[in-house]
Structure formats: structure tokens, C-alpha cells
């Protein structure tokens, strides 16, 4: 691999963006493919399948065996609310490797005590979100049941590209907040974002299994592939 | 704190700039129970210094050793390790896994 290579992947990576090394194995001729540039390379629905799975590997292409190398950034999430449930998604989400941030500007819900070993910001989302730079690979949650406190986080979400929101709250909540968040600003399709009431519908009823049921969710969300991929895949094969 | 990817490559890249020989062996291929998914990687300097990990500890001695020759000729390798190999009871993966791991030299022109 080259220095220059080598270089550009490490910069990449520090800023979170998704980069492929295809490495020719035959001969070990390389070029590096930034996310941006996966829609125009020849190789892009390969390049694409792989990136959303996270995975690397071998293709075959043009009579050459390639090695595709994905360095994807580590998902994150982002937890708005240090309540029962979120005790048990924080570690729940680090066991599938995500790095867990909770925010919630109530000192009493987030202490150390209650989430050992999670960066804990107890500040106003309007403080505390910025800095975190949620990005493509974040998942985004508001669990504090408290307008005061959820709306604008789930506002700001609105402005990033995060590829997953969920929100707390029964169908009649979140009617409730829709109108709320509208009045604020937000658009129709903002709303759609939030996937509400949050979590697969798999009967979950203890703090425990919510979390189960909302990681379960954020996972589809990052893994299946979207319906305009699905059809474009298909065009591709036929 | 065990290394990420992350941290492997930025140390090979500080190993090169700091003028030490380097190479990076990457997991390409794997077939049966491999105990590290492709993609996974080492990277070893002429010292024989190492990070990371593309097997869980099987094979690293043998990938480190081949390494070493990348340095020496910049030409890069493509290593089997399996049951099938004959060095199997010496150097195979005892989980009853393949991979082929590709060794290359950082900082080739």
C-alpha cells in the first residue's frame, strides 16, 4: 500500500467518513474510493452493497479477483433521556459495538451511578448536541417522555443526517408532538423520520426488551437495504 | 484497551513516516469457522513489532515472519492457513477454518 494511500485512509477515517481500498491481489495495484464517489465509480453497486453491509471482501470483476476493503466509521448512538430504558440500551448498544452517548440535563437521572462507564452529558440539548457532530453513521433516540426536553432534540436531529430517530411515546403522543415540533418548524418529512412509537412491535414490556425491541429496529434501519437500493440491485442482476 | 483498526493503521503509518520497514497483512478471504473477519489486519515493522490481529493468535507468528520477506522485497504475498495446509498442526487455525491473508509493504512506490 502506498504511503499516500495509507495516509488518506487514516484521514478519512478520523472524520468519520466511510472509505474502499480495492486491492487488485494478483498484483497488488490499489486504489481507494471515497464514500462521495461510490455513485460514479464502475464498481458502485458492488462498492454500495458492500458499504451498507459493513463488510469486506473478495469480487470478481473484469477477470480480476479484488478485494474490497471497507473501512465504514463506527456507528454511534445518541441517547436523549438517562431513564429506566436507556439503562438497559446503553449497554445493550456498546455490546453491538456502537459507541453510546446519553444526554439528559437532569442531574439526578444522569449519574455515573446509573450508567457506569457511559459518557454521560447532563446538559440542555441545545449544549449538549452540537459538539457530538451526529452524523450518516449516528442513530438518534428521545426517551425522556418530557416535550421540554425531547423536542428540540429531535429539532436538531432534524438537521443532520442521522440514518436513524426514534422517539418514545404512544400513537397519541406522538400525534401530539408532530403538532408541536410543526409549529416549531419542522416539515412533514422531518416527522417521517421519527420512527414512532419507537422499537419493532415485538410486545416488549420491560425497560429491557424496549431496548431490545429499539436496537433490533436501529439495526434494520442500518443494515436492510433501502427500497430504491433494493430495485436498482435488481435492474443491475437482470 | 484493545486496538481498534483505527489505531493499527495510524500506527502504521506513524511506523513509515518514523523510517521503519512496515507491512500489512489483511484477512481477504475465509471459509469454515475463521476466527477474524476479512478486513481484519496486522501491521508489523522491521522490528518484528506487531498490532492487531487477523486470527486469534494461530497464526500471527507465521504472518509476522512473512512479513518480514515483504519488507525485504517489497513484493507483496498471498498466505493460506487451514487444516488443508500441511503445516496444519504447526501453524493452521485449530477452529477448523481457511483464510487467505494478503501481505503487502507500506510505502511501495
Redesign the interface.
Known amino acids: 500500500?502506498?504511503?499516500e494511500t495509507?495516509?488518506q485512509?487514516?484521514v478519512e477515517?478520523?472524520a468519520r467518513r466511510p472509505v474502499i481500498v480495492i486491492?487488485d491481489?494478483a498484483?497488488?495495484e490499489q486504489r481507494l474510493v471515497k464514500a462521495t464517489d461510490i455513485a460514479t465509480d464502475p464498481l458502485s453497486a458492488e462498492l454500495s452493497k458492500q458499504l451498507r453491509m459493513g463488510?469486506?471482501?473478495?469480487i470478481e470483476s473484469g477477470g480480476k479477483k479484488l478485494?474490497l476493503?471497507?473501512?465504514a466509521p463506527?456507528a454511534r448512538l445518541v441517547i436523549v433521556g438517562a431513564v429506566h430504558i436507556s439503562q438497559a440500551l446503553a449497554p445493550l448498544a456498546r455490546s453491538l459495538d456502537y459507541d453510546v452517548t446519553v444526554v439528559d440535563p437532569r442531574t439526578a437521572f444522569a449519574s455515573p451511578e446509573r450508567f457506569p462507564d457511559v459518557p454521560l452529558i447532563a446538559e440542555w440539548p441545545d449544549v449538549a448536541l452540537p459538539p457530538l457532530n451526529i452524523d450518516h453513521y449516528t442513530a438518534f433516540v428521545a426517551v425522556t417522555h418530557d416535550p421540554k426536553i425531547d423536542d428540540p432534540a429531535l429539532l436538531h436531529a432534524f438537521e443532520r443526517d442521522c440514518f436513524y430517530i426514534g422517539a418514545l411515546g404512544s400513537r397519541k403522543t406522538h400525534a401530539k408532538r408532530a403538532e408541536r415540533l410543526k409549529a416549531q418548524g419542522a416539515s412533514d418529512a422531518d416527522i417521517a423520520r421519527i420512527h414512532a412509537p419507537i422499537g419493532l412491535s415485538i410486545g416488549a414490556v420491560s425497560p429491557s426488551e424496549i431496548a431490545v425491541s429499539i436496537m433490533a429496529e436501529i439495526t434494520a434501519e442500518l443494515r436492510l437495504p433501502k427500497e430504491g437500493e433494493k430495485q436498482t440491485a435488481k435492474v443491475q442482476a437482470a | 484497551m484493545l486496538n481498534r483498526d483505527e489505531d493499527i493503521l495510524q500506527a502504521a503509518e506513524n511506523w513509515q513516516k518514523a523510517g521503519h520497514g512496515v507491512a500489512l497483512a489483511t484477512v481477504v478471504e475465509t471459509w469454515g469457522s475463521a476466527p477474524r473477519p476479512a478486513g481484519s489486519s496486522l501491521v508489523i515493522n522491521d522490528d518484528g513489532t506487531f498490532l492487531g490481529s487477523v486470527s486469534g493468535g494461530c497464526v500471527e507468528g507465521a504472518v509476522v515472519t512473512e512479513a518480514l520477506d515483504v519488507i525485504a522485497s517489497g513484493k507483496p504475498k498471498m498466505l493460506e492457513f487451514g487444516v488443508a495446509d500441511e503445516t496444519a498442526w504447526n501453524v493452521g487455525l485449530s477452529c477448523g477454518g481457511t483464510i487467505r491473508v494478503f501481505v503487502e509493504k507500506v510505502g511501495q512506490s
Do not use: E, I, P, Q
Not at chain 1, 55 to 58: A, E, I, L, N, V
Open positions: 500500500m502506498k504511503l495509507l495516509a485512509v487514516n477515517r478520523a486491492t491481489t498484483n497488488g463488510k469486506s471482501g473478495m478485494f476493503n471497507v473501512y463506527t
